[in-house]
């Protein structure tokens, strides 16, 4: 089961009740930019057992990367295809069986 939300600030609220097995976000969300979204679940959420996967299609390079990982995300990835994409979710979830 997917949900999709367009704002950062709700999404944040609600993913104690929806209790996602991965967080899958772009750099740019309405609200706050993907960095912020980071701190924001791990101030809320704690430790990282709450996956979190960043995209990005503007903010490419390393310094990018490193700033989400300083941030709380698993993954960090530019322009990702589907498969790569895909990829990266099983790995962060866990479910191998599952690619």
């Known amino acids: 089961e997917v949900t999709c939300s367009q704002d950062a600030r ?3 609220s609600n993913l104690a009740a929806k209790r996602p097995a991965i967080v899958i976000a772009d750099v740019l969300l309405h609200g706050m930019n993907g960095f912020y979204f ?3 679940i791990r101030q809320r959420f704690g430790a990282p057992a709450l996956p979190i996967l960043l995209l990005a299609g503007i903010y490419r390079g390393g ?4 700033e989400a990982m300083r941030c709380g995300a698993q993954q960090y ?3 990702p295809e589907p498969a790569e994409l895909g990829h990266h979710v099983v790995e962060l979830i866990g479910h191998p069986q599952a690619a």
């Open 38 to 40: 980071c701190k924001a």
């Open 77 to 79: 990835l530019s322009d």
């Open 63 to 66: 310094t990018f990367a490193e």
């Open 10 to 12: 709700r999404c944040i």
